[in-house]
C-alpha cells in the first residue's frame, strides 16, 4: 500500500530564505507526482507536476525534483516571500486511473 | 477558459437530511475525482468519474453516499442521511485524460449540525 510522508510538519523561515520541502513514497511505481499549494479555508492550486519519466520541473522560484528509485521528491522555493505562506501539499499518482494519494501536508510560514 | 466550479462553497445540513454538492470540471475535461478532507487530516481520494461512468469508486463509503457524472450537467455527490461525521470539506478535481495534471475546484464546505 502507498503511502505519501512530508516532512517537515511545519516550517517557519524568514523572508529572502530558499524553502525545502520533502516528500516521500513507499512504492516507486507511480505515474506522476503534483505538488499543491493551499491556502486556509480555500482549495488547491496546482504548482508543478512531474512525470514518471521526469527527473524535475520548474516554474518560476519553483523547483521540484523527483526520484522515483529512493521515492522521494523535493520541492524548492527560492526567496521565499510573506506570500508564499500556506500548506505544500505532494500528490502521488497511484494507478492509470489518475487518482491521487496525498500527504499530509508542510505549513509554511514566511516571517517579513 | 473558467477554472473547476463548485457549488454551493458552504452547505449547512442537520442530521438526516441529504446533501448535493455540484462540480462542473474545467471545459473539455471529461474526467472528474471526487476527494475528502476532514478536519486535521489529509485529502482521501472518494471516487473517480468519467461522463456517464463510474471507473474507481473505491475511496467511497459503502453506505450513503453516491455519485455520478450524467452526460448534460454537473457531477454530484450525494450523502443521504448525512451524520456529524460528513462534516468536511469535498473538493473536486478535474483534467483532460488519466495521466495528466490535475485541476481542482475551490471546494464544498458541508457543515452537518
Known amino acids: 500500500k502507498q503511502e505519501v510522508t512530508q516532512i517537515p510538519a511545519a516550517l517557519s523561515v524568514p523572508e529572502g530564505e530558499n524553502l525545502v520541502l520533502n516528500c516521500s513514497f513507499t512504492?516507486?511505481?507511480?505515474?506522476?507526482l503534483q505538488w499543491f499549494r493551499q491556502d486556509p479555508g480555500k482549495g488547491l492550486t496546482s504548482l508543478l507536476l512531474?512525470?514518471?519519466?521526469?527527473r524535475e520541473q520548474t516554474s518560476g522560484r519553483l523547483n521540484a525534483s523527483l526520484d522515483k528509485s529512493s521515492g522521494r521528491s523535493t520541492l524548492y522555493i527560492a526567496a521565499s516571500q510573506p506570500g508564499d505562506s500556506a500548506t505544500y501539499l505532494c500528490?502521488?499518482?497511484?494507478?492509470?486511473?489518475?487518482?491521487?494519494?496525498f500527504g499530509a501536508g508542510t505549513q509554511v510560514v514566511v516571517t517579513p | 477558459n473558467a477554472g473547476v466550479m463548485q457549488n454551493p462553497r458552504h452547505l449547512v445540513r442537520r442530521r438526516g437530511q441529504e446533501a448535493r454538492l455540484r462540480c462542473s470540471p474545467m471545459?473539455?475535461?471529461?474526467?472528474v475525482y471526487w476527494y475528502r478532507q476532514l478536519p486535521e487530516e489529509g485529502l482521501k481520494f472518494m471516487v473517480y468519474?468519467?461522463?456517464?461512468?463510474?471507473?474507481?469508486e473505491s475511496g467511497m463509503p459503502k453506505e450513503r453516499f453516491s455519485a455520478e457524472f450524467p452526460k448534460e450537467g454537473p457531477s454530484i455527490l450525494r450523502i443521504q442521511q448525512v451524520v456529524r461525521g460528513d462534516s468536511a470539506a469535498y473538493f473536486c478535481?478535474?483534467?483532460?485524460?488519466?495521466?495528466?495534471?490535475?485541476?481542482f475546484g475551490p471546494g464544498t464546505r458541508l457543515t452537518v449540525t
Open positions: 478535481a478535474s483534467s483532460p485524460g488519466n495521466s495528466y495534471e490535475q485541476y
Open positions: 512531474i512525470q514518471s519519466s521526469q
Open positions: 471545459k473539455g475535461h471529461s474526467h
Open positions: 468519474l468519467q461522463k456517464e461512468n463510474i471507473i474507481d
Open positions: 512504492d516507486s511505481a507511480i505515474y506522476n
Open positions: 500528490a502521488v499518482q497511484t494507478d492509470s486511473w489518475g487518482k491521487f494519494q
